[in-house]
């Protein structure tokens, strides 16, 4: 039988969907901002700054977790509530300018998602379509508008990204309750080297 090691794989976060989602939804709102909200306004460094912090609060909870199980966890969950905050900045634009935020049911939400867009280009070529769809019909040509469509799929983004790193972050808890962290395994290690296992 292999020996535990004292410092498992780790630091795998690229390969993580949320880490890729959410590194999608930084580029997207840096695309959106840019865009959308004015460049001198807190808002807008807000937005990047919290889209940014889930990227990078995933990769470091990644990198940490050799030794830290327990730093890995805190630092998923600090990335899954700067992508909250980003959230609520997307329907405060929207509010604030008499956007309509449209339902979990809204089938336009899970057409993006169907898509499965890797990049901001992705995206952006996905709501510049919407766009050019909703414009077309004669009842509709009043009532979308590139911002509206863009916060939208944005939000739809996040949506998946928070569902996934709510999934992680219980798998992370589960997997701390049951092995423990860094000192248990520690533990572990120097009994089954002194049983000379």
């Known amino acids: 039988m292999t020996p535990e090691p004292l410092i498992p794989k ?50 470091e909870g990644s990198k940490a977790s050799g030794t830290s199980k327990k730093g890995e966890l805190k630092l998923t969950n600090v990335a899954r509530a ?16 008499n956007l309509p935020l449209w339902e979990r049911t809204d089938p336009r939400r899970q057409q993006l998602i169907d898509s499965r867009c890797a990049t901001a280009d992705e995206v952006a070529r996905w709501v510049k379509s919407e766009f050019l769809r909703s414009s077309s019909t004669e009842s509709t040509k009043s009532t979308f508008s590139l911002p509206e469509i863009s916060a939208n799929a944005a939000l739809a983004l996040i949506a998946v990204a928070c569902a996934l790193l709510d999934r992680q972050i219980h798998a992370l808890a589960q997997s701390f309750e049951e092995d423990g962290g860094f000192t248990e395994r520690l533990f572990r290690v120097r009994t089954a080297r002194r049983r000379g296992e």
């Open 82 to 97: 700067s992508i909250e905050e980003l959230k609520l900045d997307y329907e405060d634009f929207l509010r604030h300018r």
């Open 10 to 59: 780790h630091g795998g976060y690229r390969n993580l969907k949320s880490f890729q989602l959410a590194q999608l939804v930084y580029d997207v709102t840096v695309r959106f901002c840019d865009r959308f909200v004015e460049k001198r306004s807190r808002t807008h460094d807000q937005m990047v700054q919290a889209a940014r912090s889930g990227v990078q609060n995933i990769a």
